[in-house]
């Protein structure tokens, strides 16, 4: 926010570039800035200067004229007070050491050059002040200055006490501040009038300049009338020319309006800005002098000197600062006697200190602007305020008084006149460091403070617009699009103690190092804030301490969470909104509301709004004004005028407010406070309806914010859906208001009814309506993407809008889904299929369908693939729904089963082609795996317990049943290593189970075809096997294994009783009583289960219907003991026969004795066991347990 004038600068001259003095540079060649300024070895010690002009009004230099010997000054010449470019823009205006400064004159260098405030600049003020605050310790006159700070830079402006008492005595303004003075400092205050003889040396200086660049020598008489103006003209340049004072707190409405609009006594009218250093000081200095080209320089200054008088310590110093800061290596001095042109002497810059009886420490000087700016700097700490720097005439004591301290404990606290210049400043100073795009974070501290400091000053009812822009930068700083980091991020805010500063930071205590600022002696001023008590002082070196020790420090806040940060920035927002409602004159016109009274919400029925139906129409009503937005439609009812700062403040200010309400509301999401995330959403959405109402053309950047914030409210909906247990808490959550809240929701309503989003931020109690409505949010997030290609813009936004719409579809899917299953349950088992149920499947199946296009349409194949499971088991219900139809006793499995089964079939195949390896998504590919043996082991299992024999032939039904058990083998994965593996085992081995059992079964009911009988008892042994192999692996499943073992028995019972030979038939026994053996295994599993089961009823007892252990059943182990027992019995009995007949017709075998011995010896412990009433089922168990002991030991003949 640089000011224009510096790009037009001249090429500045640089003083101090060499030792010893100034760079001498050759006749017509020109000065270019040197990078570094060099020091100056200048009256014995070494102080070092460098000047960089920043801006020059003044025309090319040209060389003065040298007047002749004996020339009359007190004649004026022909062109005496017409204009002149060398002089100045006003010829007018006497210029040089007499001019006198206007008090705001540093405010007009620091508006123009914004970017040297705060931080880089020391001090901002006209070469007359700098001079008077160094002559100090050597004058007895008077100085009365004006101190503002702004950050690190000192604003020093001449307050001339007798120009502000003549003013307070005809308004009444100031008249606090003079009866201060007249009652601390000065009792017989009077005004003093200037002398002739000042005026007289005022007006021969001036004839003397106009000589110069007149170029003759000659006195050129000029009307009497104009002599006669000589008085007045002197004294109009002292009087209003000089100092300009703007009315109390009274700026032209052009400052109102643009804060950045020059205002009276405000514009920045020196001929020269020159950015001075001086030593280890950076100073901003106005200059008016005239330079001069001729001599052996190309710049020289022209002093007009009475002989009679000695060049004093004071002129010395005044000479020498003049041409150190506007870097002239020349001084030409003229000497007169009574006005009368005697002689001419050219005097080098670092000469002058070394003049005889001017002589003085150029050292001193520099210790002396050093302790000057550390007094200043260490006291004047609080922004904003006007401090006093003041000495009296004849005095040493110097004091600095708090201005506006004083001020405040009058009635009126906006008397003082510099209020609103500081305030501009503070506000101009902190838009520049908002538009700077490399500023990073440490600075907002500075920026915080300058804009908290400028709102603190300003009249609200007087200022409402840069109160309003001050609190939406004050909202500004607090960044809400960035993720929460830990504390250690806020350390950069915490490190510019050396460039911040704070407005409400304790003076430094006094110590030995830093001199005595105050004093405990009573005939000093308490009302001082501080005193100097010599200016001795101020040339002891170092007496004060570095500025650079006592800047104090200034910290951003550090917000401990999400929600302090945002409601700082509402804070600040709501203050800003007030400041525009309050300029907008049409109060009276709305309807009286008191911000501290709720706004009532209005709430319709569910049924009147008609559920989702009535969603339909509020979102093509929303999709109809979001195409009128992009024509630019507007409507206010408060009456702003659009590009109004008022229109574009209030824009700014609710758009900011609802990006606060979004992210509070993001923020209560993740902590699961969803009630309150849905109001969060809803003030968010209500900002951003009223900023669309006022808009007259919404930017695509905000179309996108619309975007994410109905994308979070779908999430919250969702939540809020599944979280129905709270739902208390959330709507207690959702109803509470802060007082913040409902100001800022007044202020919206002065705008807009707010009511654009209403359908989307009702808080429903019933499930269906609210995952409705959160899929209308993300289909209206979606609808708003497809405006100005925002899509293709935001592809990861876009991308998260399609997989939550694909999720709620999903879930709206699953709603439906578990309601027809719910009503399947309840319907009457012989009852067909209803209409209601079939409604529900068509709602869910279309919400599956569009989620899988959802899905697809981003690529997102895992997702697609979840949802055409969730269709194959939609597909699975719907044939559930039609096995419950008909006839309990004449059951059969019907077509519309088969037909929904293949379905869901085709649905989990095209999940599986939708992933296309198992490397996406293993676990998705497994579960589909699982869902789709489970789908053809159920269609399988089905068409065996319920064979349709009245249209299919039982051939046709088996050869379909082996397909699908095999087609479920296929897709069960029993060797893969998962969580889901005994699953598989168990579901592979009760496949293997029932194959066997349909060829054992088919076996047993088939004549005829020999060929065929042997494929199927090759069948049915080999499935057996596979059963028995796998039931083994488990160690919960002894029943099923038992079970399995037995069947094989009466397999193996069933073949012996085909059988004619004792041989083959002594041989199939034997492989039966084996197996019998092999059982063992499977009864010390039941025996390990039963004895940790303390519940073991007797064996005659009934056993509960409820299984008394989730893998055991009492019932099923006392039935198949029971079996075993008796099979065991007869496998045994017919060994012991056909051994017994065996061994009548052959010679007798030892190996058969032996085990004919023992079988018996078995047999007759199982009669006596079985006999037995009284025994345990574990005891039963262990009987069991120990014949099959003996009967592996005892062998079997093979």
Request: one cysteine or more.
């Amino acid at each position: 926010m640089g000011d224009p004038k510096e790009a037009g600068a001249e090429a500045p001259p640089l003083g101090a570039a060499a030792r010893g003095g100034l760079t001498l540079l050759p006749q017509g060649e020109s000065e270019e800035p040197a990078a570094q300024g060099s020091a100056l070895l200048l009256g014995g010690g070494e102080v070092k200067s460098r000047a960089v002009v920043k801006y020059s009004s003044a025309p090319p230099r040209t060389a003065f004229a040298r007047l002749e010997e004996k020339t009359d000054l007190k004649l004026p010449p022909a062109n005496w007070l017409r204009e002149s470019a060398t002089l100045g823009p006003a010829g007018t205006t006497v210029l040089g050491s007499s001019r006198k400064s206007k008090p705001f004159s540093s405010f007009g260098m620091a508006y123009d050059f914004i970017d040297s405030v705060g931080n880089d600049v020391d001090v901002v003020s006209d070469s007359e002040n700098i001079k008077k605050l160094l002559k100090i310790p050597y004058s007895k006159s008077h100085v009365s200055m004006a101190v503002h700070r702004i950050g690190r830079t000192l604003l020093l402006d001449e307050l001339d006490i007798q120009e502000l008492f003549m003013r307070s005595s005809q308004t009444g303004d100031w008249t606090w501040l003079k009866e201060f003075y007249q009652r601390l400092i000065d009792q017989k205050w009077q005004r003093k009038k200037k002398s002739k003889e000042h005026w007289y040396q005022k007006a021969i200086l001036s004839k003397f300049l106009y000589y110069s660049i007149n170029g003759d020598g000659a006195a050129q008489p000029v009307p009497s009338a104009a002599e006669q103006q000589e008085s007045p003209s002197a004294d109009q340049t002292s009087g209003s020319g000089g100092a300009s004072w703007p009315a109390p707190f009274e700026m032209p409405s052009s400052v109102s309006e643009d804060p950045s609009a020059s205002s009276q006594g405000l514009k920045n009218d020196f001929v020269r800005n020159i950015l001075w250093t001086f030593e280890d000081i950076h100073m901003l200095v106005g200059s008016n002098m005239p330079i001069f080209g001729g001599g052996r320089y190309p710049a020289v200054s022209l002093r007009l000197r009475d002989n009679n008088k000695p060049i004093n310590v004071l002129t010395g110093i005044d000479y020498w600062l003049d041409n150190l800061i506007c870097n002239v290596p020349e001084l030409v001095m003229c000497f007169h006697v009574n006005g009368i042109v005697q002689k001419y002497e050219m005097i080098k810059t670092e000469e002058i200190p070394n003049l005889e009886n001017s002589n003085f420490s150029t050292k001193v000087i520099k210790d002396i602007a050093q302790n000057i700016l550390s007094f200043l700097k260490s006291n004047c700490t609080k922004e904003g305020h006007t401090y006093w720097l003041f000495k009296a005439s004849g005095s040493d004591v110097v004091k600095l008084y708090d201005l506006t301290t004083l001020c405040e404990e009058t009635e009126d606290k906006y008397q003082n006149p510099f209020t609103m210049p500081v305030a501009i400043l503070l506000y101009k100073v902190a838009c520049n460091m908002m538009m700077k795009k490399n500023q990073n974070k440490k600075h907002y501290g500075t920026i915080r403070t300058l804009l908290l400091n400028c709102v603190r000053l300003l009249d609200k009812s007087r200022h409402p617009q840069i109160i309003a822009s001050a609190n939406y930068m004050l909202s500004e700083l607090f960044q809400l699009d960035e993720p929460k980091k830990e504390d250690s991020s806020e350390s950069p805010l915490n490190e510019n103690s050396d460039e911040s500063y704070s407005e409400e930071e304790e003076e430094m205590p006094d110590s030995d190092e830093n001199g005595s600022y105050s004093s405990s002696d009573p005939s000093h001023d308490n009302k001082a804030v501080a005193i100097i008590k010599s200016v001795g002082e101020l040339s002891v070196p170092e007496k004060y301490k570095s500025i650079h020790q006592i800047r104090p420090s200034c910290a951003f806040p550090v917000c401990h969470d999400t929600e302090e940060r945002c409601r700082l920035v509402l804070s600040y927002v709501l203050e800003g909104l007030k400041s525009v409602d309050s300029s907008i004159k049409k109060e009276s016109d709305l309807p009286a509301a008191d911000p501290s009274t709720p706004i009532p919400l209005k709430y319709e029925d569910e049924s009147s709004r008609g559920g989702p139906e009535g969603l339909e129409k509020q979102m093509a009503l929303f999709l109809d004004k979001m195409g009128s937005l992009q024509k630019g439609n507007y409507s206010s009812q408060s009456g702003m005028i659009p590009g109004s700062w008022q229109h574009k403040m209030k824009l700014q200010l609710i758009l900011k407010s609802s990006k606060a309400y979004y992210v509070l509301s993001d923020a209560a999401m993740s902590l699961q406070k969803y009630g309150r995330a849905l109001r969060y959403i809803k003030l968010a959405l209500q900002s951003h309806d009223t900023y669309c109402c006022l808009c007259t053309n919404v930017l695509s950047e905000v179309l996108l914010f619309l975007s994410q914030y109905l994308t979070l409210c779908g999430d919250i909906q969702l939540m809020l859906a599944q979280n129905a247990s709270n739902r208390a808490a959330h709507l207690e959550e959702f109803h509470y208001q802060t007082k913040e809240d409902q100001e800022i929701l007044h202020s919206l309503h002065r705008e807009s009814s707010c009511q654009g989003f209403a359908w989307a931020t009702d808080l429903s109690t019933d499930l269906e309506s609210q995952l409705s409505v959160s899929c209308k949010c993300y289909e209206a997030a979606n609808e708003i993407l497809q405006f100005s290609d925002l899509k293709n813009q935001n592809p990861e936004h876009y991308v998260q809008v399609l997989k939550r719409m694909g999720n709620i579809r999903n879930e709206i899917g699953v709603f439906y889904m578990n309601q027809a299953a719910a009503l399947q349950s309840e319907r009457v088992v012989s009852k067909s299929v209803s209409a209601a149920e079939q409604q529900l499947w068509k709602k869910s199946f279309s919400c599956f369908e569009k989620g899988i296009h959802n899905f697809e349409s981003i690529g997102d194949a895992t997702n697609a693939a979840l949802l055409l499971c969730n269709t194959g088991r939609l597909m699975r219900i719907c044939a559930q729904a039609h096995c419950g139809a008909g006839d309990e006793f004449k059951r059969e499995f019907s077509p519309e089963e088969g037909l929904y089964y293949n379905k869901a079939v085709d649905y989990y195949l095209k999940a599986l082609r939708s992933l296309g390896t198992r490397d996406i998504h293993p676990a998705v590919w497994d579960s589909v795996h699982w869902e789709l043996s489970t789908t053809y082991f159920t269609m399988a299992t089905l068409q065996q317990d319920y064979a349709p024999l009245s249209r299919k032939a039982q051939e046709q039904i088996e050869k379909e049943v082996s397909e699908a058990m095999m087609k479920s083998l296929k897709y069960c994965d029993a060797d893969l290593p998962s969580a889901r593996q005994p699953l598989c085992q168990y579901r592979a081995a009760t496949i293997h189970h029932r194959l066997a059992s349909m060829y054992h079964s088919c076996l047993r009911n088939q004549v005829g075809d020999e060929h065929l009988r042997k494929q199927h008892r090759v069948l049915a042994d080999l499935h057996y096997s596979k059963a028995v192999k796998l039931f083994q692996l488990l160690k919960d499943a002894p029943c099923e294994l038992l079970r399995v073992q037995l069947e094989r028995v009466a397999f193996a019972e069933f073949q012996m009783a085909g059988q004619n030979s004792n041989v083959g038939k002594l041989k199939t026994l034997s492989g039966a009583l084996d197996i019998m053996v092999r059982t063992e295994h499977a009864f010390q599993l039941l025996r390990k289960e039963l004895v940790e089961d303390p519940e073991q009823p007797k064996s005659g007892e009934t056993a509960p219907a409820a299984d008394s252990s989730p893998s055991l059943n009492r019932e099923e182990v006392i039935k198949l003991l029971g079996i075993f027992e008796s099979r065991l019995s007869f496998l045994l009995l017919q060994s012991i026969k056909l051994l017994s007949s065996t061994k009548k017709k052959t010679s007798s075998n030892v190996e058969e004795d032996v085990v004919l011995k023992t079988n018996k010896h078995i047999y007759s412990q199982l009669l006596r066991a079985t006999a037995s009433k009284g025994a345990t089922l574990v005891e039963r168990v262990d009987v069991v347990i120990h014949l099959l002991e003996q009967l592996a030991r005892g062998g079997t003949v093979q």
